[in-house]
Every structure is written in C-alpha cells, then in structure tokens.
C-alpha cells in the first residue's frame, strides 16, 4: 500500500513522489530498456515485476494499489512464493511508457484495464487515472488537475468511492496518510520538499503516517515503506531511496552520456548524483 504525491514547481514542472509500502523486504533493480527505439528508466521489484517511471518523452507513471476491497485483502499479505505474483499491472505501465504523450499513455492504461490511484504526468501536464473492477466491471474516472492543485492519493477511491479500503484502521490510515501529504505539500517549493511530505512518520502509531516504519512491538502483519520515488519529466529522471530494501543498479549503463534519461540515487534526504558508480545498495531504517 503506497502514497503517490504530485505538485507543479515553478523550476522543475510537475514533480511525483511515491512511498511504496510493503509486507516483505523487497529487492529492486533500476532498468533501462531500449525496445521500440523508446528509452525506458523504471524500477523492477525482482519478485512481482512492478513497474513505474519514465520515458525519454518526458513521460512519467506512478501508481498506488486501490482495487477491489478483495484485491486490497489479498495485497496485504506478503507472499508466499514472489515467483507466482507477476504484476499483471507492472507489465502494463512498461507498455503505457512506450507512449510518446501523456494522453496516449492514459489511453493504453485504460485499454489494458490498469488498477488503481495512477497518475500519469509530464513536466506541464498531470492526468490522474482512479480504476478497479467492481463486480465483474472495469470502472475508471479519469481529472487532470490544474497547476495551481495537488494531487495526492493513497489506497482508496474518491472519484470512484468504492475503490480500496472502506472500513476500519485500513480505511483511516489511508485517510490520515492522505491529509497529512496534502498539508505539508501545501508549502513545497522543490523536489526535496516533496520528499520531505512523504517523509513524515508517527512514532507511536506507524501505520498511520506518510512513512511507515516497522512497530517492533507489534506482533501482527504491517507494511512498511520499502523506498521513496521522485519522477521529473522535465528533467527525465528518475530518483529512488532505498529503506527496507535492496537495489541493483549500474550507473555507468544507466546514466551514458548519449542517454535521454538519467538515475540519481537519494540519500540522506539529498537528491544526489553518482557518476561511474555500480553495486548493490541495501538500506535499513527499522
């Protein structure tokens, strides 16, 4: 369960944020693909195949679960075998960033049937895509949202009200994440600032703030935030911060000079460009 945050600054255009919020400790590879003649950057989750980022159009898709209350159910629980949960969705997003406009890749993800809070944006346009199967049904709403509005979304529907949690802690967590977001995106004025909103915790309850962490108190099921996201399509970069993760990357084949888009790794709340630099980065913030 996730947080996606978005806000037009004057400097850097449209600028998406996401919290991805897990029950096990993903591994995730940065990728760039180069079929279709498309420059594709996204990060790959290694066991359910998610997908999300950026093309060289200056495309950008990020996406929060908020399906069917069934489909909430079964994502809250942290699988069994990863190699049995390919993201259906993930491919989708990989197929909508082959798409050269924001409209044509809104059009894709509502061919291909694509679930949940998805907001698809470039550096002047921002389009937000609310989508479940309801029974049996495909039902979506589609707002682009002015430049003056912010737009925030977690794990439940409001322009399709039936969309994700509805009741109890679930449905209040997803509430309070979404207001705190808002509140402290009112202010921002960079892209820091905008991690900065998704970076807010509560230590004495942590499921019910932007950032989770793990209560290790508690002995039942939670979800933590795995990393932070930060896509600008006006610069055409993606930008992640390993938490309780583990990503793969290679600079020197992710950031050639020749590339339309680039890779920065976040660190220490500082968005930070490495030069010449490959491993294998595993960060731990319990």
């Keep these: 369960m996730c947080v996606i945050a978005l806000k037009y600054l004057e400097k850097y255009g449209w600028v998406g944020g996401k919290n991805r919020d897990r029950a096990y400790k993903p591994i995730v590879h940065i990728k760039k693909s180069f079929r279709r003649d498309t420059e594709r950057l996204f990060i790959w989750d290694d066991g359910t195949k998610w997908t999300e980022g950026i093309n060289e159009y200056g495309v950008g898709i990020i996406s929060a679960a908020s399906g069917s209350p069934k489909e909430m159910k079964k994502d809250e629980k942290a699988p069994k075998d990863l190699e049995k949960l390919q993201s259906k969705d993930g491919k989708r997003i990989r197929t909508a960033l082959f798409e050269k406009t924001v409209d044509s890749a809104l059009k894709q993800l509502i061919e291909d049937n694509v679930i949940g809070n998805t907001a698809i944006f470039s550096g002047e346009k921002c389009v937000l895509l609310e989508s479940a199967v309801m029974a049996g049904e495909y039902k979506y709403e589609t707002r682009e949202f002015k430049k003056d509005e912010i737009l925030v979304r977690t794990n439940h529907g409001i322009v399709v009200p039936g969309m994700g949690y509805q009741h109890g802690d679930n ?54 935030t795995s990393g932070q996201l930060i896509v600008m399509p006006k610069e055409k970069s993606l930008h992640y911060k390993p938490l309780n993760s583990k990503v793969e990357f290679d600079l020197n084949k992710l950031n050639s000079e020749d590339h339309k888009t680039k890779f920065e790794v976040i660190s220490n709340n500082n968005l ?11 960060f731990l913030e319990l």
């Excluded at 004495?204 to 793990?214: G, I």
């Design 171 to 224: 449905r209040k967590s997803s509430e309070v994440r979404r207001d705190m977001t808002i509140e402290k995106l009112e202010d921002a004025s960079s892209p820091k600032d905008v991690l900065d909103a998704l970076s807010q915790v509560d230590k004495k309850d942590p499921q019910f703030a932007p950032l989770r962490k793990v209560d290790k108190s508690s002995s039942e099921m939670q979800l933590w």
């Design 272 to 282: 930070l460009e490495l030069r010449g630099v490959s491993g294998f980065l595993e």
